[in-house]
């Protein structure tokens, strides 16, 4: 069984220019969440999915961080414009409902330049 | 609020130990709390999930027990390998469903 899959795995970019990130959850699994890691510390919430529906969004950047998830399935997390202080780690995970085990992808590693 | 400390940040220990990792929590309130390991550059793997329900839980040479009611849980190793070498997580789903994370545990087996 594949398990979260993640793209691309690294992203340099200049600041104020755009990013995507993308994310494929294991199948089947209704719950889908964006975490961003700085070194040395544990995962910071960005958005939790439950189907299609955001329904913890609060530590989201709003005005220049965006994420959708269509069909319920896969997502994407958006940046416009990216800051320097946004490099980071980006980590989509996935679990078969909201409070199930969580498996996470391989990540992307976001440098701002 | 919920809080998950991890102590310490970083151990080093000669392979072929036993070693135990901690990880305390403020709220009882839990549904389950789940181990990981991350190494450098990658993602989380998921270890072990314990259910608020239960005591303990067991992985080949991982053990994990909770204690609800002290806030407290731990990830035991048995006989380490350099391959154990990673950072080991440990996170509590809260009566929210987040997952609030601990700071993590830096492990170090010496050859």
């Known amino acids: 069984e594949a398990g979260v899959v993640q793209s691309p795995r690294y992203k340099i970019i200049e600041k104020k220019q755009p990013v995507a990130f993308w994310c494929n959850p294991i199948?089947?699994?209704?719950?889908l969440y964006w975490y961003l890691q700085n070194l040395g510390q544990g995962p910071e919430l960005l958005i939790r999915?439950?189907?299609?529906?955001?329904?913890?969004d609060s530590q989201l950047p709003k005005d220049r961080f965006s994420a959708e998830r269509l069909k319920g399935v896969d997502s994407t997390l958006k940046i416009q414009p990216a800051e320097l202080g946004d490099s980071a780690v980006y980590l989509c995970?996935?679990?078969?409902?909201?409070?199930?085990?969580?498996?996470f992808g391989q990540g992307t590693r976001l440098t701002v330049v | 609020k919920q809080e998950v400390t991890q102590i310490p940040a970083a151990l080093s220990v000669p392979e072929g130990e036993n070693l135990v990792l901690n990880c305390s929590f403020t709220?009882?309130?839990?549904?389950?709390l789940q181990w990981f390991r991350q190494d450098p550059g990658k993602g989380l793997t998921s270890l072990l999930l314990?259910?608020?329900s239960q005591r303990e839980q067991t992985s080949g040479r991982l053990n994990a027990s909770l204690d609800k009611s002290s806030g407290r849980s731990t990830l035991y190793i048995a006989a380490s390998q350099p391959g154990d070498s990673a950072t080991y997580l440990c996170a509590v789903r809260d009566s929210n469903y987040q997952l609030i994370w601990g700071a993590g545990t830096k492990l170090i087996i010496k050859p």
């Open positions: 999915y439950e189907n299609e529906e955001a329904v913890d």
């Open positions: 199948s089947g699994h209704n719950t």
């Open positions: 314990i259910q608020s």
């Open positions: 709220d009882s309130a839990i549904y389950n």
């Open positions: 995970a996935s679990s078969l409902e909201r409070d199930t085990e969580a498996f």
